[in-house]
């Protein structure tokens, strides 16, 4: 433990609270990390001058937070942690849904950021990242005559790497968000239509990404944008992407989300 002013006494919020606080800040900056474990409750009480109840009421902030969790055994103890992104994940799109948003509004948003991410990419025009899509449409090429649910996953990887790949944490922390919320009606959609008509929907979204990672590779980066644009705008009118409540939606999927 760093030798900071832990007399949060001193302090105006609430004490538990507070403490969390200290706690996560030292994780964030680095002076903590993942996976070590906490002091002593004892030494922990002497170094904040709390009273038990408060540290542990800080504990249970921390863990309700998933940056704590508490081994059981002789050596157990408090234990920091990296949350999980996938918590987070569900938690913010559950928010979206409470908030009122609709699929219309996700949808929307979602292709503002895989807009800007594609325009990103093809400026780039990496052979890894080109590399690395054309493994995902080889993947999708591959599960063509396989369920709906198994192209749908390979699906929304597609999309989400794209933004993955641009290198904008904030963007692809939102695109999880997002796609946990689309990605579910995609797969229904697809799963509803007749073996015919899914094969042929699925052939069409085939050649779109392969045109798309042609025109990365090509830094072609107008043609790029232009393409997903258009790429889309159709895929969310097959969508119905209406003005529909998200509650209506199921809650958040992150079957296969990669990141």
Known sequence: MAQLDRNLQKRARSMPQMLADDIRMQLISGEMVPGQPLPPEKELLATYAVSRPTLREAMRILEAESLVETVRGMNGGAVLRAPDPFVVIRQAAVLLQLSGATFADVYAARAVLEISAVRSLAERGLPADVEALREIID????????????????????????????????????????????????????ANLEPGPRQAAIMRALRSWGKLTDLIEKRDADGAQAHWTKHLATVGSNLGAEDRPLAAEVLPELNGFTS
């Not at 990887?157 to 963007?171: I, P, Q, Y």
């Open 139 to 190: 993947e999708g090429r591959s599960g063509v005559s396989g369920g709906a649910d198994a192209f749908g996953r390979v699906a929304g990887r597609f999309h989400r790497t794209l933004v993955h790949f641009s290198g904008n944490k904030t963007m692809s922390f939102f695109v999880d968000v997002l796609g946990s919320l689309t990605d579910a009606t995609y797969n229904r959609k697809v």
